[in-house]
């Protein structure tokens, strides 16, 4: 009895999902939300300032570059530099330190690259 009861969607429940879904916030976690979360007519949010941007007209958009072995730089680079946030160890040392296995990165990339 508990499990039907607790599986039951009620009123308030729904009116939560969809508020929910209407903030452009969560996941349906089960089949009986997922109406909630398709609303294929309401266009999204913002699309006007999106466009407007997209065409250059308010913004100019740009790309980030990144490189095949970004993952790895990215989450090297934050190992090796927190104990120069924390005032534990010279950006000096850190720096010799971190070329050569940055440099190892930026070589491997430049193989994926290349084949």
Known sequence: ML????????PCQQA???KTARAGRG???RKSAVP???VPDAPPNN???????LTDKVAKARF????????ETEVMLTQEFNPVYLLQQSPRETIARVKPKFDELLK??????KR
Request: overall charge positive.
């Open 47 to 53: 699309v006007d300032i999106t466009e407007q941007i």
């Open 27 to 29: 996941y349906p976690g």
């Open 3 to 10: 499990l039907k009861t607790r599986s039951r969607s009620s």
């Open 16 to 18: 939560s999902l969809e």
């Open 36 to 38: 909630a979360f398709k």
């Open 108 to 113: 491997r990339h430049q193989d994926l690259v």
């Open 64 to 71: 980030t570059k990144t490189t095949t072995t970004w993952q």
